[in-house]
């Protein structure tokens, strides 16, 4: 890691390290994983009538989450660090504009987040007139950009304060060193504090994607084929409404448990007193 | 100190408000109950009212909707308090989404569905029907100036329908068209009035409603036409699989209210 240097001033005051004897077969990941995957093929296989058929349904539909999922993280990401920053910001405007965002949106359910964006701003952006193409892009608004639109608003604004936390969770003293070595507000916060804070901030942020990897089933309510609606549509019209939830449920599972995996590897990766 | 102070003012309040609030439940549940005693105890009265619950997923107008007081009110409220009253019995409608009010029934969590369902094969394999009260065609919306005018004209395009009914199941069998699916059919409506789908199909009933009737869909909304069907299609009251008892209560019922014309004053009410 090259900002080493940097980040080393700190040694031995940093999180407690994890101890390595999670690892290997037994753990909760390994056991979640073979059992959802062995309730699956159990199920396929004795009775591949209702349940092969709805897994031959899903696939698109597990597309369209992860599309919507890894489009909404990203959304996020950006807007949490941007809010996160903002709201330590000692610029009164950049702090109150970035305060507001996360009271509001903070206070607003998800469900009816979506429904604004999509319905009601839909019949506002009807009204406007298509004198550019930013208003014609409004008004053709596809769902999947209204979906991961109004998730990116939701999330960013919990990431923003988890941002917030982890930066401020940083000593001090870290800033005051960095800036008598002559380093520069942002170059704190790029070189000093972000390298630091990422790593308190990573487990909460890994939460909230697979917290958002669940809550993107709510984009079933704008027509958006992912996975929840691709199997009420076949429990629509096959009455199995047991046999296509059970399975909805386990992919749900082996999808989250795939993304809790990706942050886990990313936070060993990060834990470099550890590192293998 | 003194928000704490506030807040265990406002407990207490809640506290003691809960404590009324049960006290007066247990003063009036032996008045309530003593009347019932005394009619079990009559010596054989008039044959008992028995209560059937149906569930109705309330956004299908004229069929079944709110009104701006909440009540719920259309054709088939009405339709069943007639038939509650020839057939003697009370019909107590429950207000149900309709993702999952089958799965409803089939749990028992209510005795009959009146929600304009249709009678088809494949739902008679998982649930009973009374006899057809309703004759239902399969109605396309569009946007006035689309130019759709036949089945042929939607090829390629999106057609929207409440999920699980009879008219999303049409419009999935249209050659060439993409079937999408709304948890309401509202929701499909809308769609189409904000140009993000080309048609929306549910009963003909709510497609007049959505198209002629409604003050902000009536400009820009027309039925294009009825989709053709080899079979004829109508709505019944759905029980559960083998509830012969209510099936039996629910047919006289209507027999009597179609054979007293009672039935077509309700029609002319809600479709004239």
Redesign the interface.
């Known amino acids: 890691m090259k900002d080493n240097k940097f980040v080393n001033i700190n040694v031995g005051d940093g999180a407690a390290i994890p101890d390595k004897k999670d690892r290997g077969l037994f753990n909760a990941w390994w056991i979640s994983l073979i059992g959802g995957l062995g309730i699956i093929l159990f199920l396929i296989t004795t009775k591949p009538d209702p349940y092969l058929d709805i897994l031959k349904f899903l696939p698109d539909g597990v597309l369209v989450t992860f599309e919507v999922t890894i489009l909404s993280i990203i959304g996020a990401l950006i807007l949490g660090l941007i809010t996160g920053l903002g709201r330590i910001s000692r610029v009164r405007p950049i702090n109150l504009i970035a305060s507001t965002y996360v009271e509001v949106v903070r206070g607003i359910p998800l469900l009816v987040q979506l429904f604004y964006i999509y319905f009601a701003l839909g019949q506002l952006f009807r009204e406007l007139p298509e004198t550019n193409f930013v208003f014609i892009f409004l008004k053709n608004m596809p769902p999947l950009v209204a979906a991961v639109s109004a998730m990116s608003i939701c999330y960013g604004a919990y990431m923003g304060e988890v941002f917030r936390a982890g930066i401020e969770s940083i000593d001090r003293g870290q800033s005051e060193a960095s800036r008598s070595l002559g380093f520069n507000r942002s170059q704190t916060m790029r070189y000093v504090i972000l390298p630091q804070a990422w790593r308190t901030i990573l487990p909460p942020v890994g939460n909230e994607f697979i917290a958002l990897l669940k809550d993107s089933s709510l984009v079933s309510i704008l027509a958006v084929a992912d996975l929840l609606r691709r199997g009420r549509e076949f429990a629509s019209v096959s009455f199995n409404y047991f046999e296509a939830y059970t399975m909805v449920a386990l992919v749900y599972l082996i999808i989250t448990l795939i993304l809790s995996k990706g942050v886990s590897y990313m936070e060993s990766r990060l834990n470099y007193y550890v590192r293998d | 100190m003194k928000l704490f102070v506030v807040m265990a003012a406002l407990g207490m309040m809640f506290m003691l408000g809960c404590s009324k609030a049960e006290e007066k439940k247990a003063e009036e549940a032996p008045k309530a109950e003593a009347p019932a005693a005394e009619q079990a105890a009559a010596p054989a009265p008039a044959p008992e009212m028995v209560e059937i619950t149906f569930a109705s997923d309330c956004t299908w107008p004229p069929m079944e909707f709110l009104d701006a007081d909440k009540n719920i009110v259309g054709f088939s409220p009405d339709l069943l308090e007639a038939m509650g009253k020839a057939g003697n019995f009370k019909p107590v409608i429950q207000n149900t989404a309709w993702?999952?009010i089958?799965?409803g029934l089939?749990a028992g969590k209510y005795q009959a569905i009146s929600s304009s369902v249709s009678i088809t094969e494949?739902?008679k394999?998982?649930m009973d029907f009374s006899d057809p009260y309703f004759e239902v065609k399969q109605g396309v919306l569009v946007q006035k100036d689309s130019g759709i005018a036949t089945v042929e004209d939607l090829k390629g395009k999106v057609i929207?329908a409440q999920?699980?009914t009879t008219g999303?199941?049409a419009a999935g069998q249209i050659d060439g068209a993409e079937a999408?699916?709304?948890?309401e059919v509202g929701?499909?409506v809308?769609?189409l009035?904000?140009?993000?789908i080309d048609a929306a199909i549910c009963d003909d009933a709510v497609a007049y409603d959505y198209a002629l009737q409604n003050e902000k869909y009536k400009d820009t909304l027309s039925l294009a036409f009825v989709l053709e069907t080899d079979q004829k299609e109508y709505l019944g009251f759905a029980v559960q699989k083998g509830d012969t008892e209510t099936v039996k209560i629910l047919n006289e019922a209507l027999a009597k209210v179609k054979a007293s014309g009672e039935y077509d004053t309700i029609y002319a009410k809600w479709f004239k």
């Open positions: 993702d999952g089958f799965a089939a494949e739902r394999a998982t929207g999920i699980g999303y199941f999408k699916s709304y948890d929701l499909a809308e769609d009035y904000n140009g993000r």
